[in-house]
């Protein structure tokens, strides 16, 4: 409740800093054990294995020894309190960390049989491979068609014009966006609505023809008809793509996900099947930010 | 686990949220203690003969009726504006399914009231009533126990109840058969002996609906469903 301060909206717009004390402050009703997560955090043949995982922001720790396997074609939800480490997490799988100086990331991260964390792994190759949709849509100030046709043409997908006309359209197609948009291809990105420059984004990550799609709350700045047609999205594209997905909304995590995993302070502390998360889930911890009992 | 076992429900960020939860909570004990004496006076009513209690019991399901409604409604919105998870979800739904058993004692409330008038309007000695009260004052402790567990969240006096339903039925079973002897005793007594049938037929009724409530606890505390399961089955569940 923010009725002291009617400047503060949403916790969006409140400082980083002044959140994480906030929950500290609060005494933990169960203790953690570092390194233990509750529940299934482990699958036979995972698209990702990622084992004791750490990430320091210079001296501070983010991750602390966190251990999960995320399956093929699933489709997985990160919640948990802001500053839980959630989003953190999420940008180890496809090295978007790697744009901050002081982060560094231990542990093993595996993307089917290849090190994540190799030195000499591609990095633009690895984020084709694990492509990624922002909270706040960020099209290219470009024509809608550009936006999807950037990634094809840097990675040299198509060779000729019809190819790349072939896959802007199948990629509108799947994100849902092709008969909205199909007579304004040349339009600019900029001008489209909130929800339609989202799927557009989604759009311009499946065009690479990517294996796993990380989203960082992707409908957080969109309205629920927005919101609906997104995660009706999610679950076409679990059909070919395993997706992971940070979300500060419980109900969509319910709706949207096979398994959920709860962060905590930088802990996992729970990973289990959706529907055992939002009906008796194992942790307390779990528990009491589910039921809103802190966050 | 939680701080404070009474409190499960109410250290919600939002307070409004405890107190739809605890009023919740509070109208389905209020009704539950309707109830409980509702069937406690339509025994009453029956074993001394009292016409005009049996009527007030019979005008009282009103009531029971009216906070069945009331409390599915509460339930209903908390759901639209809440969208509750976990225990809190639990707690709902269990609620909504107690409610209609509770609805349903009142039913039988009603029934034994009913058999009450007329039986004290055909004012002849009473046969049977020894196994009457007997088996009222079983499933009305059940019945308050069930209530009790529910409050307390106590999922261990939840399984006492369950197991309890059993003897309830060997008691129906054998007043039955006591029934069936004075009716082949003397046929006159039929009529009679059917009525007081149906009334050890109501009771036993209740102390089924107590065992379903004293489930949805178990359900509430331990998130698992008993119902349909051996009670040693239950009791594994309550020992986790």
């Given amino acids: ?295 | 686990m939680p701080n404070k076992k009474d409190d499960v429900y109410g250290d919600h960020i939002s307070h409004k949220f405890n107190d739809e939860l605890t009023e919740l909570k509070t109208q389905f004990l209020n009704m539950g203690g309707l109830v409980e004496s509702q069937v406690e006076r339509a025994v009453q009513a029956l074993v001394d003969g009292d016409g005009y209690v049996a009527e007030n019991v019979r005008a009282g399901d009103k009531q029971v009726d009216k906070m069945e409604v009331e409390l599915d409604e509460e339930a209903t919105l908390i759901i639209a504006r809440r969208q509750p998870t976990a225990r809190d979800l639990r707690l709902v739904i269990a609620v909504i399914k107690m409610v209609a058993d509770l609805e349903r004692v009142g039913d039988e409330a009603k029934k034994i009231a009913k058999m009450a008038i007329k039986l004290s309007e055909e004012g002849q000695a009473p046969r049977g009533y020894v196994e009457i009260r007997h088996i009222a004052s079983h499933v009305l402790s059940m019945l308050h126990d069930a209530l009790d567990a529910f409050a307390r969240l106590d999922s261990e006096q939840a399984l006492r109840v369950m197991k309890e339903d059993k003897r309830v039925d060997e008691e129906y079973q054998a007043a039955a058969r006591t029934l069936l002897t004075f009716m082949m005793e003397d046929t006159r007594n039929i009529s009679r002996c059917m009525s007081v049938m149906w009334v050890l037929r109501a009771l036993e009724r209740v102390g089924d609906h107590a065992c379903n409530i004293a489930e949805n606890v178990i359900f509430m505390v331990k998130g698992e469903d008993v119902r349909h399961t051996p009670v040693d089955e239950a009791e594994k569940v309550v020992g986790r």
């Fill in chain 1, 1 to 295: 409740m923010n009725t002291m301060n009617p400047t503060v909206t949403s916790e969006a717009d409140m400082p980083e800093e002044t959140l994480i004390p906030l929950q500290e402050e609060r005494p933990a009703e169960t203790v953690i054990e570092e390194g233990k997560t509750v529940g299934i955090p482990f699958a036979d043949d995972p698209k990702f294995r990622l084992r004791n995982v750490e990430v320091f922001y210079g001296e501070e720790r983010a991750i602390k020894n966190i251990s999960l396997d995320i399956g093929r074609n699933e489709v997985i939800a990160f919640i948990g309190p802001s500053g839980c480490g959630k989003s953190t997490f999420l940008r180890c799988l496809n090295r978007m960390n790697d744009s901050i100086d002081i982060c560094r990331v231990k542990g093993q991260l595996m993307l089917d049989q290849d090190d994540i964390y190799h030195t000499k792994r591609d990095v633009v190759e690895l984020r084709a491979r694990v492509g990624m949709v922002f909270q706040k849509p960020n099209p290219f100030p470009k024509s809608i068609y550009d936006n999807v046709a950037y990634g094809p043409r840097i990675h040299g997908l198509a060779n000729r014009k019809s190819d790349l006309d072939e896959i802007v359209e199948s990629s509108l197609r799947k994100a849902g966006l092709w008969d909205e948009v199909k007579d304004r291809l040349d339009a600019t990105a900029t001008g489209m609505s909130g929800g339609q420059q989202q799927r557009l984004c989604i759009a311009r990550a499946i065009a690479v023809s990517p294996e796993v799609i990380l989203m960082d709350e992707p409908c957080s700045a969109l309205d629920p008809i927005a919101t609906a047609k997104v995660e009706e999205l999610i679950a076409e594209m679990s059909e070919s793509y395993t997706i992971v997905i940070v979300t500060h909304s419980m109900q969509q995590a319910a709706r949207v996900s096979n398994r959920t995993a709860y962060f905590h302070l930088g802990h996992l502390v729970e990973v289990n099947e959706t529907d055992k998360v939002f009906t008796s889930p194992e942790h307390e911890l779990t528990e009491s930010y589910i039921t809103g009992r802190f966050g």
